[in-house]
């Protein structure tokens, strides 16, 4: 019997795809596999057949680097601008089921959660240290330890899938949308901190990345915005931070990291793309 009479309608068993329901702490399917919710109040879904590795997804540094920089809020007008379009394309409804794929610590999710407070927000990330830390942000939000190849959700349950900085996966991100649901992603142009590759890099690639091409026929396009600023960074842990939350920054020597400390404060430009991708019927 289902005893806490929750019921977690999307969720699906990573196993066998079956409907999840909780009972109390516990989600189980009717094939009897069983899910514990860990103490801090997250779901870890990702089974171990799935893992990669031992303990996949960004490290413990990497997540509270990410969490200190992101709390500066530096990327603010990033969160602001997703909101305002998730709000234009929510508007008249609520109780949508939106999940932040790739969520990291949570710092965006909770900042949609906040300010659309009446629709139902979700998030997802293969590192179980950012979901610790998510759920220590934001109670209102469900938080699942999962892969993004292999969501444990059911098919077609979403509304909005957000893809911030994180992997594309077309496939996987089209049998999880309704149609005609929205894709938002998010992914930067070559000019996104483009004073740190130029320390870092002798030689800096013009990016042509397009995710377009990659999303046809799954997915088509419905519009893309540049979003542009700068800012300007002055103390050394916000930099350090910023460097240690990037695969790009962790791997910096010691000399140039020294170079950039010392040059404080330095003018960086954000830069990125915000596109939105409306799932064809068919896929
Ligand atoms: C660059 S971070 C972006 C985090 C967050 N969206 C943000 O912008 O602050 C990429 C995130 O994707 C997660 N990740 C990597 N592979 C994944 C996968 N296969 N499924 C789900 N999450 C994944 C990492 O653990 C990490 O938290
Ligand atoms: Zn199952």
Not at 12 to 24: D, F, R, V
Not at 45 to 74: C, I, T
Not at 175 to 192: C, E, N, R, S, Y
Not at 193 to 199: D, P, Y
Request: net charge neutral; with cysteine.
């Amino acid at each position: 019997m289902n005893d806490s009479n929750l019921c977690h309608s999307i969720l699906a068993c990573p196993i066998c795809k079956e409907p999840l329901i909780q009972y109390s702490s516990v989600l189980r399917c009717n094939r009897n596999h069983c899910f514990d919710r860990a103490k801090q109040g997250y779901w870890n879904l990702l089974v171990v057949q799935q893992k990669k590795s031992k303990d996949p997804g960004d490290n413990p540094e990497m997540v509270s680097s990410r969490r200190e920089f992101l709390d500066l809020d530096y990327y603010l007008p990033l969160a602001d601008a997703i909101g305002t379009v998730l709000s234009q394309q929510l508007r008249n409804k609520s109780g949508a089921t939106i999940l932040d794929m790739g969520c990291g610590e949570g710092y965006y999710t909770s900042q949609w959660q906040q300010s659309l407070a009446a629709q139902h927000f979700w998030g997802l990330d293969i590192s179980k240290h950012a979901i610790k830390e998510a759920t220590r942000r934001n109670q209102d939000i469900t938080w699942l330890v999962a892969s993004g190849a292999n969501m444990p959700v059911a098919d077609q349950s979403l509304d909005v899938l957000t893809v911030i900085f994180s992997r594309l996966m077309p496939q996987p991100f089209a049998k999880v949308l309704k149609d005609k649901a929205l894709l938002i992603l998010v992914w930067p142009t070559t000019q996104h901190l483009i004073q740190l590759k130029q320390v870092m890099y002798d030689d800096i690639k013009e990016s042509q990345y397009n995710p377009s091409a990659d999303l046809e026929p799954l997915f088509s396009v419905i519009s893309q915005q540049l979003l542009e600023f700068d800012f300007n960074i002055d103390t050394e842990s916000a930099l350090l931070n910023l460097l240690k939350m990037t695969p790009h920054g962790q791997k910096i020597n010691h000399q140039k990291k020294l170079s950039l400390v010392t040059n404080l404060p330095i003018k960086l430009t954000f830069s990125v793309n915000i596109g939105c991708f409306s799932k064809t019927a068919a896929s």
